[in-house]
C-alpha cells in the first residue's frame, strides 16, 4: 500500500463549519498523522471542541495558530488547512514538551530521545535516511534556539524542520493544539518515518551586504539588541537602512533584515520591534560581539521556485510539502504584489503550513525563511 496523503482547507469564519469541511477533505481511518493550521482569529475553544468531536478524542492530530495559512491554493488568512498521512510502512510519534518558560537542556535531548525509541519498538530503526523531525513551539516563549540545538544533537542525524505558531501580527499569544485541546507554552516534537522519500530543505533570498553591524549590547534572554558599532541600536539600524528611526516598520523590517554567516552559509536574524528605549527585539537570540549585516533582498519568487525545482530534482514533484513560511516574508509577498506568483508555486508543489513567527532548520532557529519537508508522491 502507498503513502497517502489527503489536504484540504476551508475559509469557513464558523468553527464548526470549517472544521466539517476541512473533515470532509482529510479524513482517513487510518491516518497515523492529522496536522492542521487555523486562524488565531477562531473561537479556539469552539474550533478543538469541533475537532474532538469530528476526529475523535484520541486521534493523532496536532497543530497550531499562525500568521497566516498555506492552504491547497495558497496562503489564505483567517482559514483552517489540514493534511492527513496514511498508509504502510508510516510510523509518527509525537512527543509535547510543556513549560518552555522554564526549559532545559535535558528536557529537548529526552523527548528527542523517547520518540525515537519509539519508532525503533514500532517495528524498526529511525535514523537519518528513513524518519524526519518535524518541530512546532510555542512563538512568543522565546525558547526554540536551546529546543532545536537539544533535540535535534539528540536524533543521531535525523533532519528537523519546524515553525513557530503565531498569532497574526498582534504577536499576544500563540497556541498549540494536542491531545484534544490548544496549549501555551509549549513544543511538539513529531518524529515521522516514511516509507516514501523526502527531502528537508530551507531557502532565503537575500544577500549580505558588506558594511558591518557588530552588536556592543544585547540581552540574549530577552532576544534584545540594546547597542549596534557603540550607538543605540534603533538608531544605528535605522542610518544603515537609509530611513529614520521614527520611520522603522515591521515592512522594513522585512525588506531590511539582518543576516549572520556561519561555516559559509547565510541565516537571517530579523527584527520583531523598536522598543521604547531605542532598543531592538529580535525574533532571534542575539549575543554581543555577534557580526550582522544589513541584506539586500532577491527575486523571491525565482527564489522560492528554484528551492522546488531543487527538491523535484531529487525525489519528483512533491506529494506534500510541510511548508514553514516566515511572517516577514508574507508582509514582503502581499506589500510585492507577487502573491499569485508564490501562490501557483505553492499549489504546484503542495504546500501545506503556515506563516511563522519563527523557522527551525536542523539545530538553528531562523528567520525569513521559508523550512519545510518534501515528500515524494511514490514509495523508494
Same mark, same amino acid.
Given at each position: 500500500?502507498?503513502?497517502?496523503?489527503?489536504?484540504?482547507?476551508?475559509?469557513?469564519?464558523?468553527?464548526?463549519?470549517?472544521?466539517?469541511?476541512?473533515?470532509?477533505?482529510?479524513?482517513?481511518?487510518?491516518?497515523?498523522?492529522?496536522?492542521?493550521?487555523?486562524?488565531?482569529?477562531?473561537?479556539?475553544?469552539?474550533?478543538?471542541?469541533?475537532?474532538?468531536?469530528?476526529?475523535?478524542?484520541?486521534?493523532?492530530?496536532?497543530?497550531?495558530?499562525?500568521?497566516?495559512?498555506?492552504?491547497?491554493? $495558497?496562503?489564505?488568512?483567517?482559514?483552517?488547512?489540514?493534511?492527513?498521512?496514511?498508509?504502510?510502512?508510516?510510523?509518527?510519534?509525537?512527543?509535547?514538551?510543556?513549560?518552555?518558560?522554564?526549559?532545559?537542556?535535558?528536557?529537548?535531548?529526552?523527548?528527542?530521545?523517547?520518540?525515537?525509541?519509539?519508532?525503533?519498538?514500532?517495528?524498526?530503526?529511525?535514523?537519518?535516511?528513513?524518519?524526519?523531525?518535524?518541530?512546532?513551539?510555542?512563538?512568543?516563549?522565546?525558547?526554540?534556539?536551546?529546543?532545536?540545538?537539544?533535540?535535534?544533537?539528540?536524533?543521531?542525524?535525523?533532519?528537523?524542520?519546524?515553525?513557530?505558531?503565531?498569532?497574526?501580527?498582534?504577536?499576544?499569544?500563540?497556541?498549540?493544539?494536542?491531545?484534544?485541546?490548544?496549549?501555551?507554552?509549549?513544543?511538539?516534537?513529531?518524529?515521522?518515518?516514511?516509507?516514501?522519500?523526502?527531502?528537508?530543505?530551507?531557502?532565503?533570498?537575500?544577500?549580505?551586504?558588506?558594511?558591518?553591524?557588530?552588536?556592543? $549590547?544585547?540581552?540574549? &534572554?530577552?532576544?534584545?539588541?540594546?547597542?549596534?558599532?557603540?550607538?543605540?541600536?534603533?538608531?544605528?539600524?535605522?542610518?544603515?537602512? &537609509?530611513?529614520?528611526?521614527?520611520?522603522?516598520?515591521?515592512?522594513?523590517?522585512?525588506?531590511?533584515?539582518?543576516?549572520?554567516?556561519?561555516?559559509?552559509?547565510?541565516?537571517?536574524?530579523?527584527?520583531?520591534?523598536?522598543?521604547?528605549?531605542?532598543?531592538?527585539?529580535?525574533?532571534?537570540?542575539?549575543?554581543? $560581539?555577534?557580526?550582522?549585516?544589513?541584506?539586500? &533582498?532577491?527575486?523571491?519568487?525565482?527564489?522560492?521556485?528554484?528551492?522546488?525545482?531543487?527538491?523535484?530534482?531529487?525525489?519528483?514533484?512533491?506529494?506534500?510539502?510541510?511548508?514553514?513560511?516566515?511572517?516577514?516574508?508574507?508582509?514582503?509577498?502581499?506589500?510585492?504584489?507577487?502573491?499569485?506568483?508564490?501562490?501557483?508555486?505553492?499549489?504546484?508543489?503542495?504546500?501545506?503550513?503556515?506563516?511563522?513567527?519563527?523557522?527551525?532548520?536542523?539545530?538553528?532557529?531562523?528567520?525569513?525563511?521559508?523550512?519545510?519537508?518534501?515528500?515524494?508522491?511514490?514509495?523508494?
Amino acid at each position: 500500500m502507498s503513502l497517502r496523503i489527503k489536504r484540504a482547507g476551508s475559509s469557513a469564519a464558523d468553527p464548526a463549519v470549517a472544521v466539517a469541511e476541512v473533515f470532509a477533505g482529510v479524513h482517513q481511518p487510518d491516518a497515523a498523522l492529522t496536522i492542521f493550521y487555523c486562524s488565531s482569529r477562531y473561537d479556539l475553544p469552539a474550533l478543538a471542541a469541533a475537532m474532538v468531536d469530528r476526529f475523535g478524542a484520541d486521534a493523532p492530530l496536532l497543530g497550531c495558530t499562525t500568521a497566516a495559512e498555506i492552504a491547497p491554493t $495558497g496562503y489564505h488568512e483567517g482559514s483552517l488547512t489540514a493534511v492527513s498521512l496514511a498508509g504502510a510502512g508510516l510510523a509518527v510519534r509525537v512527543e509535547r514538551i510543556d513549560a518552555l518558560h522554564a526549559f532545559e537542556l535535558e528536557q529537548g535531548a529526552a523527548a528527542a530521545l523517547r520518540a525515537r525509541d519509539a519508532l525503533t519498538a514500532h517495528g524498526g530503526h529511525a535514523d537519518a535516511t528513513n524518519t524526519f523531525a518535524f518541530l512546532l513551539a510555542d512563538g512568543l516563549a522565546s525558547q526554540e534556539e536551546a529546543l532545536v540545538t537539544s533535540i535535534y544533537h539528540a536524533l543521531g542525524g535525523i533532519q528537523l524542520c519546524g515553525g513557530s505558531a503565531g498569532d497574526g501580527v498582534r504577536f499576544e499569544q500563540t497556541h498549540l493544539f494536542h491531545g484534544g485541546r490548544f496549549h501555551t507554552d509549549c513544543a511538539l516534537l513529531t518524529l515521522v518515518r516514511s516509507p516514501a522519500p523526502f527531502r528537508v530543505f530551507k531557502t532565503e533570498h537575500f544577500v549580505p551586504s558588506s558594511e558591518q553591524l557588530v552588536v556592543t $549590547g544585547a540581552d540574549p &534572554g530577552r532576544r534584545v539588541v540594546t547597542e549596534i558599532n557603540g550607538e543605540p541600536a534603533a538608531v544605528e539600524y535605522a542610518r544603515i537602512c &537609509g530611513v529614520p528611526a521614527e520611520a522603522l516598520t515591521p515592512l522594513v523590517f522585512a525588506t531590511h533584515p539582518v543576516v549572520v554567516t556561519l561555516g559559509g552559509s547565510v541565516f537571517v536574524r530579523s527584527i520583531q520591534k523598536v522598543n521604547p528605549d531605542g532598543s531592538l527585539t529580535f525574533f532571534c537570540a542575539i549575543d554581543e $560581539g555577534i557580526v550582522l549585516r544589513v541584506a539586500r &533582498g532577491g527575486d523571491m519568487v525565482e527564489n522560492l521556485a528554484d528551492a522546488f525545482a531543487g527538491v523535484v530534482r531529487e525525489i519528483g514533484v512533491p506529494a506534500l510539502v510541510l511548508g514553514c513560511d516566515c511572517v516577514l516574508r508574507y508582509l514582503e509577498i502581499e506589500q510585492g504584489q507577487f502573491r499569485p506568483a508564490i501562490d501557483a508555486l505553492m499549489t504546484r508543489h503542495n504546500v501545506i503550513g503556515f506563516a511563522t513567527y519563527g523557522e527551525q532548520f536542523n539545530a538553528m532557529h531562523v528567520n525569513q525563511t521559508f523550512t519545510g519537508v518534501a515528500i515524494a508522491a511514490t514509495q523508494g
